[in-house]
């Protein structure tokens, strides 16, 4: 009876094979095309390599949906998990800006009311300056003083502590057609390319007639059909 060795029971796994498969097919693709014949020989070879690259994505394709599953359910699991935090820290931050609205409501009314007295007392002044015999234009220059000093509230005393605040503003579109040009130009590398994939589109459709602001370059793509 012939002993079987251990190099012999030892089969490579299916995710090994299609490894070695794929790191052979750099050097494979190294053709040199001179003639009819060399062509349909890198057809055939273009057709072997598409059927390893379809092998490879049903290989990992299982896989890939298990993971995708798994982070999803993580993911959903993680949401349950925050949103009590997150609905109580934006409940809390609500309270603390009503606070501080109301902070700065008090305190202007309270410098209003200052000034007020201010002013008062300004018009007692102006009105003793009269009694006692005091110069017009000391008396005007102080009445001048009373009506042409307006009243400019000073800013709160700013609350200090490890949760800061700062202006921010709710943005939406009213109007489209309104909406001057420099905000519609592409900002993130996302926005150009849709913008350019939709350009494409148009090309495609029309035989890559020419497009106002865009460069069209004519070249061909390949759709390749896996060996039987």
């Known amino acids: 009876?012939?002993?079987?060795?251990?190099?012999?029971?030892?089969?490579?796994?299916?995710?090994?094979?299609?490894?070695?498969?794929?790191?052979?097919?750099?050097?494979?693709?190294?053709?040199?095309?001179?003639?009819?014949?060399?062509?349909?020989a890198a057809d055939r070879k273009i057709s072997e390599i598409a059927t390893i690259a379809k092998a490879i994505k049903d290989f990992w394709h299982p896989l890939k949906q298990a993971a995708r599953t798994s982070w999803t359910l993580q993911?959903?699991?993680?949401?349950?998990?925050?949103?009590?935090?997150?609905?109580?820290?934006?409940?809390?931050?609500?309270?603390?800006?009503?606070?501080?609205?109301?902070?700065?409501?008090?305190?202007?009314?309270?410098?209003?009311?200052e000034h007020l007295l201010q002013v008062e007392a300004a018009e007692v002044t102006a009105f003793e300056m009269a009694e006692q015999g005091a110069p017009q234009e000391v008396i005007d220059a102080a009445?001048?003083?009373?009506?042409?000093?307006?009243?400019?509230?000073?800013?709160?005393q700013e609350l200090r502590g490890r949760t800061s605040f700062k202006p921010d503003y709710i943005v939406t579109i009213k109007n489209i057609d309104q909406v001057d040009r420099e905000y519609l130009l592409p900002s993130t590398m996302a926005h150009k390319k849709a913008i350019i994939a939709n350009a494409k589109a148009r090309a495609i459709k029309t035989g890559g007639k020419p497009i106002a602001g865009f460069t069209i370059i004519a070249t061909e793509s390949a759709t390749v059909r896996t060996a039987k």
């Open 143 to 156: 009445e001048e003083m009373m009506t042409e000093t307006p009243f400019q509230a000073n800013p709160a």
């Open 1 to 40: 009876m012939t002993k079987t060795t251990k190099m012999e029971r030892i089969q490579p796994t299916l995710k090994e094979e299609l490894n070695w498969r794929a790191m052979a097919v750099r050097e494979e693709c190294q053709m040199a095309i001179q003639n009819d014949h060399d062509y349909t």
């Open 75 to 113: 993911c959903e699991s993680e949401k349950n998990m925050l949103s009590p935090v997150e609905k109580g820290l934006e409940a809390l931050k609500m309270t603390m800006k009503r606070y501080r609205a109301e902070r700065e409501r008090l305190d202007r009314e309270r410098q209003e009311a």
